[in-house]
């Protein structure tokens, strides 16, 4: 594929959209091929590609680039969700050197925002105020915002279940992370290595001084009628959030999954469902409307 190339596309999932093929009968001559360019500025270095994947990333794990992006997942919505707090917010924060570290989020002082560009008093104290509300986070929620290699939201929530206290998770052999379904030798080790690092030890207790962890919700203590049971979700819900349902399901003691196979119980097909409910079909996999859904929560 060629700068300037046209190409036919496909839905793959619910939205994101797969190159099928260059229609290379429409080329013109003036495509041009794309090369990686072997150093970045904002990573203060090279970057590089690992063999099987497809992504470049910063050879400096330390760079301020990736600093910035761990900070914009730190504050988003699947992870402390704190409103308000975007990244034009924790641009001007990191490049005023208020916040260096996730810990320091909950350390900002009215006095030190009042004094940053367009920050004025009614957006100051917004933002405080998002952030005192972020200060109570779900297991799930904190495993998530730390941006461990490897680890994503549903298996954070796995793992979260399987241990119920951030101690236990801190403390876990990769073979005892392994007991967790689903979590293979990559991931296990990934978030042993993380918690080992002496760097991450000390962030982790100074923002859990910060912060009240809320493992009520984890395991199967508010329920378990669905315990044992894997969703997948498609399509658009009318009566909810994706992520209201994933909390409830999970609230029940059921697992939620990105993808259909084999083991999957139900799918759960909204308005404009995808290729997951065609998957469903070929596999025989229930397939539940959502009122049929709704009823089953109730």
């Known amino acids: 594929m060629r700068i300037g190339d046209t190409v036919i596309l496909q839905k793959a999932g619910d ?21 990686f360019p072997e150093y970045v500025e904002d990573c203060g270095g090279p970057i590089e590609r690992i063999p099987g994947q497809a ?17 914009y997942h730190f504050v988003s919505k699947h992870a402390f969700d704190v409103e308000g707090c975007g990244p034009k917010v924790i641009d ?16 900002l002082k009215r006095g030190d925002l009042l004094e940053l560009p367009r920050f004025g008093e009614t957006s100051v104290d917004n933002l405080l105020a998002s952030i005192n509300k972020a200060r109570h986070v779900e297991l799930p929620r904190l495993l998530t915002a730390l941006s461990i290699e490897h680890l994503g939201e549903e298996t954070a929530h796995d793992i979260a279940r399987h241990f119920g206290l951030i101690e236990r998770i801190a403390t876990a052999s990769p073979d005892e992370l392994m007991e967790v379904d689903g979590v293979g030798d990559v991931v296990a080790n990934s978030v042993h290595t993380w918690f080992r690092t002496r760097e991450h030890e000390k962030m ?34 009318e009566g909810m959030s994706r992520d209201e349902a994933k909390q409830r399901i999970r609230a029940l003691g059921g697992d ?43």
Request: overall charge positive; aromatic content about 8%; charged content about 25%.
């Open 204 to 237: 982790l207790a100074r923002l859990l001084a910060q912060v009240t962890v809320d493992s009520a919700l984890v395991g199967n203590e508010a329920g378990t009628r669905l315990a044992g049971k894997t969703f997948v979700l498609t399509g658009t819900l």
């Open 92 to 107: 001007v924060l990191l490049d005023a050197n208020l916040v260096a570290s996730f810990d320091d989020i909950f350390t």
């Open 15 to 35: 939205v994101i959209p797969d190159i099928v093929s260059v229609v290379k009968e429409m080329r013109t001559g003036k495509e041009k091929q794309f090369k």
């Open 55 to 71: 992504a470049y990333r910063c050879v400096n794990k330390d760079s301020f680039a990736q600093k910035r992006r761990k900070f």
């Open 256 to 298: 939620v999954s990105s993808s259909v196979s084999k083991g999957t119980d139900y799918v759960v097909a909204g308005e404009n469902s995808g290729s997951k409910y065609d998957k469903a079909m070929e596999l025989g996999v229930a397939i539940l409307t959502e009122e049929e859904f709704l009823k089953m929560l109730s």
